[in-house]
């Protein structure tokens, strides 16, 4: 079946540093890739997506690209502040899944220190 | 546009008690799901609706759990009797189609359950 894996938190970092989280899927097909984000006491956002091999998404600064080589959807962002500190899923869709049912990794927590 | 509306946001009940969840999806999704999630795991799909039927229950533990969505619109997930391994967050999602079909799925700010 399809499965997510994610580098484990926390992942603490000074303010202004390059910021990596790891994400490997399993998955029959090509499945949409999915990055949400938690912040402190709120709901799940969607943080971006892409939906093909290659495609790369972005928002606020963050940025993953679909590889379908590697099965990977790393996210990245060069200067980080501190209210990026939240908890970070990366998450798929398997087009086998007619309607969209979600897979999600176990989530990496990222602390952003001043 | 309002968001996915959830309640009540915190619940503490003790173990054999029974519980229920409201979920009202933001208006026009015909897709609705509810997500469990257990602290430090990722969510995991309990139940999926289309409109007012049921696309995928197969994670969902049937001897106690149940849900429903009358009319196509809000809907109700049930536990019964309550187990402590039931305390997670309840997360309640929509989505115009399918995340498949590359629409977003919104989530609700989800139900803190505490089974003691």
């Known amino acids: 079946g399809n499965s997510v894996t994610q580098m484990e938190g926390p992942v603490t970092l000074s303010e202004e540093a390059f910021l990596t989280i790891n994400c490997t899927y399993t998955a029959t097909g090509y499945p949409s890739l999915f990055w949400y984000v938690q912040y402190p006491g709120e709901g799940l956002q969607l943080l971006l997506k892409?939906?093909?091999?290659?495609d790369k998404g972005s928002n606020k600064g963050f940025e993953a690209t679909y590889r379908k080589e590697t099965t990977s959807f790393h996210l990245e962002k060069g200067s980080v502040q501190v209210s990026d500190s939240a908890v970070y899923f990366c998450a798929l869709s398997g087009l086998t899944d007619s309607w969209g049912k979600l897979q999600f990794g176990a989530g990496t927590q990222v602390v952003v220190t001043p | 546009e309002a968001g996915v509306a959830q309640s009540p946001r915190y619940k503490i009940i003790e173990k054999r008690q029974s519980v229920a969840f409201w979920c009202n999806p933001i208006?026009?999704?015909?897709?609705l799901y509810w997500y469990q999630q257990i602290l430090g795991q990722g969510p995991k799909l309990l139940i999926q609706?289309?409109?007012?039927?049921?696309?995928?229950d197969s994670q969902l533990p049937k001897d106690r759990f149940s849900a429903e969505r009358l009319k196509g619109v809000d809907s109700t997930l049930k536990i019964q009797p309550a187990k402590l391994e039931d305390s997670a967050v309840y997360l309640c999602?929509?989505?115009?189609?399918?995340?498949?079909?590359?629409?977003?799925?919104?989530f609700g700010q989800g139900t803190r359950l505490t089974v003691v």
């Open positions: 208006s026009g999704h015909a897709t």
């Open positions: 999602a929509s989505s115009l189609y399918g995340t498949g079909l590359s629409t977003e799925a919104f």
């Open positions: 609706f289309q409109n007012n039927g049921v696309v995928d």
């Open positions: 892409a939906t093909k091999a290659d």
